[in-house]
């Protein structure tokens, strides 16, 4: 048996599985559901409650939640999975690195601590102009792709105002992108606007934003410059210099 309701208005669903999971309650019940959902909010996220009477999937169950997977793969903002049975927490562990988006498992104790987690933001990025075409740009926590939409606005605003301008990216406090969605969504705002930077700062402290510095300088043509995450008002100055 298959139940969906949504938890208030955000795009957030409650999936709860009982007893044996057939065919008839995917294309009955969870595939309608998931539809409807999706099309009310382009992009959703999904707490997967096993509860302790869940028995097992059928086989045709079992190819329907493939099937649905491959079909929604761009529909899910973030996925939670409660369950007490260490083989379906193993799996999601396993197959939630193909995922386009955060997957994360919890014991059914911990269900509170699963909904809190798919309402909370689990990054954030501060904009703010320093005058005189400079972006000052600090990244925190992981970020994912609902970040984005959230900040597309301001940023081209900043641009609009500013043809050429130069970036002061603080990248101390960052943690990396919340799945594969997140990732591309970055790459698109970098697409679209690299041509037009001056000059970039990246602070932060580790390698690999290193290497983002001379793949961003070589992309863009711009000067970049990598400083450690204790040189900050030297790179402050080197950006408006």
């Known amino acids: 048996m298959i139940s969906v309701q949504p938890i208030g208005d955000k795009g957030i669903y409650e999936v709860r599985l009982s007893g044996v999971v057939t065919d008839i309650d995917y294309e009955q019940m969870l595939m309608p559901a998931l539809d409807q959902a999706i099309e009310d909010h382009d992009r959703i996220r999904v707490l997967v409650i096993f509860d ?5 999937f059928t086989l045709g169950a079992m190819l329907d ?3 649905m997977g491959l079909r929604h793969w761009r529909g899910f903002d973030r996925l939670a999975v409660v369950s007490q049975r260490p083989w379906i927490r193993r799996a999601t562990s396993g197959l939630g690195i193909l995922l386009p988006c955060p997957v994360r498992v919890f014991p059914l ?5 699963a909904r809190r987690w798919l309402s909370e933001s689990l990054g954030a990025i501060h904009q703010t102009d320093l ?5 000052h740009l600090q990244l925190r926590g992981q970020l994912d792709s609902s970040i984005y939409a959230e900040e597309t606005e301001d940023l081209n605003a900043f641009i609009r105002a ?10 101390r406090d960052f943690d990396g992108w919340q799945g594969m969605a997140a990732l591309l969504e970055h790459l698109k705002v970098v697409r679209d606007h690299y041509r037009q930077i001056d000059r970039a700062a990246i602070i932060g402290n580790s390698s690999w934003q290193k ?10 043509g ?6 450690d995450a204790d040189s ?3 790179a402050k100055v080197w950006i408006k210099s």
Not at 131 to 135: A, H, M, N, R, S
Not at 165 to 171: G, N, Q, V
Not at 222 to 227: L, M
């Open 52 to 56: 302790a009477d869940f028995e097992d």
């Open 65 to 67: 939640d493939a099937r």
């Open 109 to 113: 104790e911990e269900a509170d601590d």
């Open 131 to 135: 005058g005189d075409g400079v972006l």
């Open 162 to 171: 500013n043809d050429r301008f130069r970036l002061l990216i603080d990248a």
């Open 211 to 220: 290497l983002a510095e001379k793949v961003l300088g070589r992309l863009s």
């Open 222 to 227: 711009a000067k970049t410059k990598f400083f």
């Open 232 to 234: 900050f008002e030297e």
